[in-house]
C-alpha cells in the first residue's frame, strides 16, 4: 500500500489533536507520517506535548520540533496514535512489526484514547496471520523460550517460533534492551487467555496483543480512508 495512503490516513488523526493536548507518538512508517503532519502543525502554532513510543520516534519528532515529555512528568494523555500490523472487527490489535510494542504499550495504557492509523491491508477477519512479537528478557532465553513453544503448542500455533535478527544477521534488540521471539501461529482463537498464559512466564516482558485498547481506527483505501469504531 502507498505512502500517499498512509499520509492520508494520518493526516485525518492529526485532525483529531489540538492545542493543549498530550499525544502519544507511535512507531512505524505509518506513525511517521503522524509525526511529521503533527510537526508541520506545531511549526504553524499547535501547542501541544508529544510523548514518544521510541528513541526513532524521539529522533523524529525532535527533528520536527515538537516538544517532547514523559510518563514521569504527565500522568495521563489524552490520546496516543500509532499503527497496527494487523487490526481484527473489534479493533483488537497485533503490533510490534517494528520492535517497539512495550513502549508502544505502556503509552497506550496510559493514554484515555487509542486512535491507530493503517491501510486496509492490515484489516484480518482473525488475528494471527502476522507473527506475534513477545519481547523477551535475555536471561534465560532458552528456558523462556521453551516455555513459550508450550503455549503456542496449546494454542495450535500453525508455524515456527524465531528469535528476531536484525537485516545483517545480529539479535534485534529493543529499545529497553530485551530480545524479541516472532510467534507464527495462523489464527488466534483465544486472544485473551493467549495474552495471560504469555504473561505468567517470568521471563516474557510483553507482547504485541492490545486487546480492548484502541477505540477508533482511519483506515486508508484506495477509495478514501474509512473509520472504523
Ligand atoms: C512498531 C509497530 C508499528 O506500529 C507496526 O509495526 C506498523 O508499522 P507500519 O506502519 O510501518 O506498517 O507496532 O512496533
Redesign the pocket.
Known sequence: MSEAL?REAAARAVAEISSGMKVGL??????RHFVDLLGERVTQGLEIVGVPTSEATARQARDCGIPLSDLDALDRLDVTV????EIDAALNLI???????LR?KIVAAASDAMIVI?DSSKLVETLGRFPLPIEVNAFGLGATRRAVADVLARHDAQGALRLRVTADGKDFVTDGGHFILDAFFGRISQPEALSSELLNIPGVVQH?LFLNMCRKAYVATPNGVETLL
Open positions: 498512509k507511535g512507531t512505524g512508517s505509518t506513525a500509532d499503527g497496527a500490523d503490533k510490534g512489526g517494528g520492535g517497539a510494542l508502544e493503517a504485541g
